[in-house]
Structure formats: structure tokens, C-alpha cells
């Protein structure tokens, strides 16, 4: 009998969670919050991103060739795949 009762109190707090959710999510208050945040994001996105400060570009000459290594190329190695074969 107490197992029961149990179980009863159960479904109805999960289907009142479910209830109480549902009638939030298509209540007016909600709708009209949803509607006013998406008729919003554009103007916030443009403040946003016109209060971002323009960093000076300090990449000047930082990467440097390394003229060495056309000279080691030139050097013929003999290769040895063949003779993996043998």
C-alpha cells in the first residue's frame, strides 16, 4: 500500500515538473523575452564589437629564412632501399 503511494507521488511530481515546464516555456512572458533577444543580438553584436580595441601589428621581420639549408641539400646521399631487398 505504502509502495503505491509511493510511486503515485512520483509520476505526479515528474508530471508536474513536466506541466509546470511546458507552461513556462509557451508562456507569453517567455515568448515575448525570446522575440526581444533575438530582435536585440544584431545591435548588441555591432556595440560589442566596435568597443574592441585595434592592436598594433608588432610581426615585423620575425621570422627569418634560413639560408643554410639549400647548401645541405645539395649533398647526395646513397640510398639504400634496394638493398632491404637482398
Known amino acids: 500500500m505504502i ?45 560589442s564589437s566596435s568597443a574592441l580595441p585595434l ?3 608588432d610581426t615585423n621581420d620575425v621570422i627569418e629564412f634560413n639560408s643554410g639549408f639549400e647548401n645541405s641539400n645539395k649533398q647526395n646521399f646513397k640510398r639504400s632501399f634496394w638493398e632491404l631487398f637482398k
Open 55 to 57: 592592436l598594433p601589428n
Open 3 to 47: 509502495n503505491n503511494i509511493l510511486r503515485f507521488l512520483i509520476l505526479l511530481i515528474i508530471l508536474s515538473f513536466f506541466i509546470f515546464s511546458f507552461n513556462y516555456y509557451v508562456s507569453d512572458t517567455n515568448m515575448d523575452t525570446v522575440k526581444n533577444n533575438r530582435e536585440n543580438l544584431e545591435s548588441k553584436i555591432l556595440e
